[in-house]
């Protein structure tokens, strides 16, 4: 007997619980004076091996998006590159760079909170999931948490504006 579960709103529910994670990590960025960007990757079963905050200006590092910060930290742990079946949880869309890096590292999935029109490479501005772009098809879901994940960008860049 097969028993079928619906996973659509597992996964969503899913989604939110990582998205919150990811949340805290921007905002862990945001009391640091950087841009509010948070990242969280986490395996087919739900361990969340990495999670990082923006740190460009801490590092002094135009790499150090949260992003490339988490995916550095899990392939540390793992002791392997290749982040195969994990998803990456992250607030905004991400760049090139970062998306350029995913395909790289091959993770399975992206799931991003809000769209970056400006710098976008997971739909917004370029495509990097786009199917048969690459050799590898990374799965994206935008729109996960919007509200919170733009509240945080827009307050943020109101109070740069108003310093």
């Not at 590292?105 to 710098?119: C, Q, T």
């Not at 827009?154 to 740069?160: E, G, H, L």
Request: proline share 3%; net charge positive; glycine share 8%.
């Amino acid at each position: 007997m097969t028993v079928s579960h619906d996973h659509s709103s597992e996964t969503a529910e899913n989604d939110i619980f990582y998205m919150k994670k990811a949340i805290s990590m921007a905002k862990s960025a945001e009391s640091s004076g950087e841009v509010p960007v948070g990242a969280v990757i986490v395996n087919e079963t739900g361990l969340v091996l990495a999670e990082a905050p923006n740190s460009t200006i801490a590092l002094s590092d135009p790499a150090a998006h949260a992003e490339i910060l988490a995916m550095r930290r899990a392939g540390a742990r793992l002791g392997n590159y290749r982040l195969l079946n994990m998803t990456l949880y992250v607030t905004v869309e991400p760049c090139v760079m970062c998306m350029g890096a995913v395909v790289h590292a091959r993770l399975k999935r992206v799931v991003f909170g809000v769209r970056d029109p400006k710098w976008g490479g997971a739909g917004s501005l370029f495509d990097f999931s786009k199917k048969g772009l690459f050799n590898h098809f990374v799965e994206t879901t935008s729109g996960v948490c919007e509200a919170e994940c733009r509240r945080l960008l827009v307050d943020f860049f109101k109070q740069k504006r108003n310093a």
